[in-house]
C-alpha cells in the first residue's frame, strides 16, 4: 500500500549530511514493511536483519564496533557481499541488541556512507541514554495510514486526484463530499493499521464481510498490545498501564456535550488520583505511540510550550479503529453515525490522528475559564484556533469569543458540512475528512 512516508524516506537518502535512521511508530503501523518497499524501489539490494527473530546477531556486536568488521560479519552472516554505497541494511527489532544501536555513531563517524534504517517493536520505550547514539542519527516517526492513504488504498482514485489539487479557492461538488463523507466513516470503522486497511480493500464489495473481518483483526492486534505492555513493563505497573489504555475510551464517553474533557487521574484507578503516581504509565504509553497528548493552554501565545501545565491535558488513541474496538461501538453503529456524544470524542480523536501525522509534533487546545476550541495549533508564524464538530450544527460561542480576544487571521470550524470558505467573516468551514490537509494552500 503506498505511504507518504515513502516521500520522506527519499529526502533522508538524499541528503548531503545523512545519518542512520531510527523509524519509529506503533506496533503494527508498517515500520517493516515499508523499509522493504523503499529498499526494492530505491536501492540495488536489501539486507534485512532482525535481532529478536536471529539473536546470534547479537554476537556481532560483541566483539568490536567496528563498522567494516561488522559489515564483514553481517555478510558473512547471509553469504551475500553488501555494497556500502548502494544497498540499504535494516536493522528490525533494534531494541533486542543495544550494542547494534550503540554501533549506529561509529557508522555515521566511520561510514557516513553506508545506508542504514532501523525500526522495532516500542522502540520509543527501549530508547535510553546508555546506548542512544545521541546527535548521530536521523529520526521518522510513523503512523497508522491517515484517511487519504486509505483513499488511496481503496482505489478511490477520482477522490484523491480531487483532493491533490485542493486549495483555498477550490470547490468540492457536492457528490464528492458526500461519496468522501460516507468513507470517512467507513475509515472510522478500519482505522489506519494497514493489516485492517487490507482487509477491508479485499472485503470491500460485500461491507458486512469486510467490517466483521476488520474487527476481528483489531481485537487480535488490541490483545498484541496487552501482551506488549504484560512482557515490556514490569507485573505492577503493567497493570496500571493497561487500566489507562483501556480508561481512554471510558472517560471519552462520560461527557454529555460531545467534547473531550481533561484527563481526570482519579476515574482511571482506584485509589490513585494525582498525576505524579501515573506519570509513568502515561510516558509509556506515549513512548509507545500509543496514545495521542493534547496539551491544554490558558493562553493563546507563542511559544504555546511556556504555557502547558504538566498535568492538565486530554487524551487520545493512537488510532480511530482501535478505539471503536476497545469501545464495542459496532459497525452499523458507526455507519449509521448515531452514538450520541461519543461522535464528538470520535470527531476529535480523527482530527488528532491525522494533524499528529501531518507534522503536528504537538497538539493544544485552549480553555480559559467556561470556553474551549478544541484545538490551536501554529501557523506560520501564527496561531489558528480549530473547534471540531461532528455533525451539522457548527455554531461555536468558544471560537467567537476566541477570535474577539486574539484576533486570529482566520479561524476553522471542521463538521460535516461541506466545505466553504468565508473571507469575510474568516472563517473555514472544512469537512472533517479534510483534518489532514490543514492548513489548506491558497
Known amino acids: 500500500m503506498k505511504r507518504k512516508i515513502i516521500e520522506q524516506l527519499l529526502e533522508w537518502k538524499l541528503k548531503i549530511n545523512r545519518k542512520p535512521l531510527i523509524l519509529k511508530g506503533a506496533r503494527q503501523v508498517g515500520k517493516t514493511y515499508i523499509l522493504k518497499e523503499f529498499a526494492q524501489k530505491h536501492f540495488v539490494r536489501c539486507h534485512y536483519f532482525n535481532f529478536e527473530r ?12 567496528d563498522p567494516k568488521h561488522i559489515l564483514e560479519s553481517l555478510s558473512f552472516h547471509q553469504n551475500q557481499q553488501i555494497d556500502s ?15 547494534a ?70 470547490t468540492i461538488p457536492t457528490s464528492a463530499h458526500e461519496k468522501l463523507w460516507e468513507l470517512l466513516k467507513h475509515y472510522f470503522i ?8 487490507q482487509l477491508y480493500c479485499d472485503n470491500k464489495d460485500n461491507l458486512f464481510t469486510a467490517f466483521s473481518k476488520v474487527r476481528e483483526k483489531q481485537l487480535d492486534l488490541i490483545e498484541d498490545y496487552f501482551a506488549d505492555i504484560a512482557k515490556h513493563s514490569g507485573k505492577i505497573n503493567a497493570m496500571h498501564i493497561n487500566r489507562l489504555l483501556r480508561n481512554i475510551p471510558e472517560q471519552l464517553g462520560e461527557s454529555q456535550d460531545g467534547s473531550a474533557k481533561k484527563y481526570r487521574f482519579k476515574k482511571a484507578i482506584p485509589g ?61 453503529t458507526l455507519l449509521s453515525y448515531d452514538y450520541g456524544s461519543f461522535k464528538g470524542f470520535y470527531a476529535e480523536n480523527f482530527v488528532a490522528q491525522e494533524f499528529k501525522a501531518h507534522d503536528f509534533s504537538n497538539l493544544f487546545c485552549w480553555k480559559e475559564k467556561t470556553s474551549e476550541v478544541e484545538f490551536l495549533q501554529p501557523v506560520k508564524n ?33 463538521s460535516a458540512k461541506p466545505f466553504q470558505i468565508d473571507s469575510e467573516n474568516k472563517i473555514q468551514r472544512l469537512p472533517l475528512y479534510l483534518a489532514g490537509f490543514f492548513p489548506l494552500d491558497e
Open 54 to 65: 536471529s539473536p546470534r546477531l547479537c554476537e556481532y556486536f560483541e566483539e568490536n564496533l
Open 85 to 99: 554505497k548502494h544497498d540499504l541494511i535494516i536493522f528490525d527489532e533494534i531494541q533486542a541488541c543495544p550494542r
Open 272 to 332: 490513585i488520583d494525582r498525576f505524579s503516581k501515573l506519570q509513568d504509565a502515561i510516558d509509556w504509553l506515549d513512548s509507545a505511540g500509543l496514545i495521542l497528548k493534547t496539551h491544554i493552554v490558558n493562553k493563546s501565545a507563542q511559544p504555546l510550550k511556556a504555557y502547558v501545565t504538566e498535568n492538565t491535558f486530554k487524551l487520545y488513541l493512537f488510532d480511530v479503529g482501535i478505539l471503536g474496538a476497545l469501545s464495542d461501538l459496532e459497525s452499523k
Open 190 to 197: 478500519t482505522g489506519g493499521l494497514p493489516e485492517a486497511v
Open 382 to 414: 501564527t496561531l489558528i484556533p480549530i473547534e471540531v464538530k461532528s455533525g451539522w450544527t457548527t455554531r461555536s460561542k468558544s471560537l467567537w469569543i476566541y477570535a474577539e480576544k486574539y484576533k486570529p487571521p482566520y479561524r476553522v470550524i471542521m
Open 101 to 170: 544501536l550503540t554501533s549506529l555513531k561509529y557508522f555515521y563517524e566511520e561510514m557516513p556512507e553506508v545506508y542504514i534504517c532501523c525500526a522495532g517493536s516500542l522502540l520509543g520505550v527501549y530508547l535510553g541514554p546508555v546506548s542512544y547514539p545521541v546527535g548521530k542519527v536521523d529520526h521518522l516517526n510513523m503512523f497508522p495510514m491517515t484517511f487519504y492513504e486509505f483513499l488511496i488504498a481503496s482505489e478511490n482514485t477520482m477522490l484523491v486526484e480531487l483532493l491533490d489539487t485542493l486549495t483555498l479557492k477550490s
